[in-house]
């Protein structure tokens, strides 16, 4: 009987002292939460703190541009938030990696695109495209 009260007791003291660890990146709760919303797994740790660091630099962005107030709109984190802007553009616009030239490598008819992984929310950009 006292083994289960000793493994009770184990796993609060685990949890306990994983709290603060779990406290010490807000970014990193915010990322969980947008993993789950977005149904995201990552193959491993390695490809997670690389996504983690995209995702932390789109969230920098976001945040620095909703605080200018400017534009009438805000900018949110959306499911293409873990995407650099170059595979966003492989991804979305079938535009290929950027040749030396900066010219994409695959043939394009888009003429005119503002290339974000992220949102913007409230007005709408109807007509700006």
């Known amino acids: 009987m006292a083994r289960p009260s000793l493994l009770l007791a184990l796993l609060v003291a685990v949890w306990v002292c994983a709290a ?19 149904g995201r797994l990552y ?56 040749s030396r030239t900066g010219h994409a490598t695959a043939p394009s008819t888009v003429t005119r695109v503002c290339i974000l992984p992220l949102a913007a929310s409230g007005r709408s950009l109807t007509g700006f495209f």
């Open 43 to 98: 193959a491993d740790a390695g490809e997670k703190q690389r996504r983690l660091e995209v995702y932390r630099r789109n969230v920098e962005l976001v945040e620095r541009f909703n605080s200018m107030g400017n534009g009438g709109y805000r900018l949110a984190d959306t499911r293409f938030a873990d995407l650099t802007n170059e595979e966003f553009r492989a991804k979305m616009l079938g535009l290929g990696p950027r």
């Open 20 to 38: 603060p660890a779990r406290a010490a990146d807000p970014l990193l709760e915010r990322f969980e939460r947008w993993m789950g919303r977005y």
